[in-house]
C-alpha cells in the first residue's frame, strides 16, 4: 500500500469513530500491524504495545466519566447502600465491572468489526487479509 492510501484509510478512519487526530502518524501507525513496512513509518513487530496502553488508559478515562456524570446528573447513587458497605465501594466496583465488559478486547474488537474498521486496517501478507481479534481491540 501507498502513503496516500494509506492517509485515506486514516481519513476513513476517522469518519467512522468521529475522531480526528491531532497527529495523523499515530492514526496511520494504529492502521499498520505489525511487519508492515511503510515508508515514513516505524516498522513495529511488538503489536503497537505503546500505542494500545494508550488507548486503554483513554478509554478508562471516559468511562469512568460517563459513570460519574451519569451518577452526578441523576443525583442519587448508582446502587442503593447496603449495610457496612460505602458508596464510594459500590461506585468503585460498578465501574470496575464496566470497564471489564465494555473495555474487554473481546468486546473492542466486536465493535471495531461492527464499524468496519477491519477494512481499514493493513495487514501483514502473512496474515492474508484476515484481521486479528487481538489487532483489531488494539
Known amino acids: 500500500p501507498s502513503f496516500s492510501s494509506l492517509t485515506e484509510k486514516v481519513q476513513t478512519a476517522q469518519l467512522m469513530i468521529g475522531h480526528t487526530f491531532d497527529n495523523p502518524t ?8 505489525p511487519g508492515v513496512a511503510l515508508p515514513g513509518l516505524t516498522t513495529r513487530t511488538d503489536g503497537h504495545k505503546e500505542l494500545a496502553l ?16 451519569a ?23 460498578f ?16 465493535i471495531g468489526r461492527k464499524m468496519g474498521l477491519d477494512n481499514v486496517v493493513i495487514v501483514n501478507p502473512s496474515q492474508a487479509g484476515m484481521v486479528s481479534d487481538k489487532v483489531m481491540a488494539n
Open 26 to 33: 499515530i492514526g496511520m501507525e494504529a492502521l499498520v500491524t
Open 54 to 69: 494508550v488507548g486503554d488508559a483513554v478509554l478508562k478515562l471516559a468511562l469512568t466519566l460517563d459513570g460519574y456524570e
Open 71 to 93: 451518577k452526578r446528573s441523576r443525583g442519587k447513587p448508582l446502587l442503593p447502600p447496603l449495610l457496612g458497605v460505602s458508596m464510594l465501594t459500590l461506585y468503585i466496583e
Open 95 to 110: 465501574t470496575s465491572n464496566i470497564l471489564q465488559t465494555k473495555a474487554s478486547n473481546a468486546n473492542l474488537a466486536l
